[in-house]
């Protein structure tokens, strides 16, 4: 049995087809942890915080629970599903300044373990 690929912890450079996918903003003000690196890097948009960006993708994690989180991440996977030419490097989002933890945010991304093009932190 292979053991599928995890998102490394720290990502400098991107392969052509590898989406970096980071906590965002709804603002899009991309001034800390991922955010920023998906802006100064892979081409994340000021001002837009949600979606493809470049070579990045936003996923918002700053305005409220956990439960307000979800609707933004069954877009992403669905988007993942629908662009399979794409390789998709999920960070840990919301596990940084947003403040949530991997066990509140992991089971949002349940059901993008079967999808391929999908990498997921460890443990996740």
Same mark, same amino acid.
């Given at each position: !049995?292979?053991?599928?690929?995890?998102?490394?912890?720290?990502?400098?450079?991107?392969?052509?087809? @590898?989406?970096?996918?980071?906590?965002? %903003?709804?603002?899009? !003000?991309?001034?800390?942890? /991922?955010?920023?690196? /998906?802006?100064? %890097? =892979?081409?994340?948009?000021?001002?837009?915080?949600?979606?493809?960006?470049?070579?990045?993708?936003?996923?918002?994690? !700053?305005?409220?629970?956990?439960?307000?989180?979800?609707?933004?991440? %069954? @877009?992403?996977?669905?988007?993942?599903?629908?662009?399979?030419?794409?390789? =998709?490097?999920?960070?840990?989002?919301?596990?940084?300044?947003?403040?949530?933890?991997?066990?509140? !945010?992991?089971?949002?991304?349940?059901? /993008?373990?079967?999808?391929? %093009?999908?990498?997921?932190?460890?443990?996740?």
């Amino acid at each position: !049995m292979t053991q599928k690929r995890t998102t490394p912890e720290f990502i400098t450079e991107l392969q052509p087809g @590898e989406i970096f996918v980071f906590g965002s %903003n709804l603002g899009g !003000m991309h001034a800390g942890g /991922a955010a920023r690196i /998906a802006y100064n %890097n =892979f081409g994340a948009i000021w001002g837009q915080g949600v979606g493809l960006q470049g070579q990045s993708y936003g996923i918002p994690t !700053m305005q409220g629970g956990v439960e307000t989180v979800r609707p933004y991440v %069954n @877009e992403f996977i669905q988007f993942a599903k629908d662009h399979p030419e794409l390789t =998709f490097l999920v960070t840990r989002i919301g596990c940084g300044i947003a403040g949530f933890t991997d066990a509140e !945010m992991a089971p949002l991304f349940e059901k /993008a373990h079967s999808i391929e %093009n999908v990498i997921l932190p460890e443990g996740w």
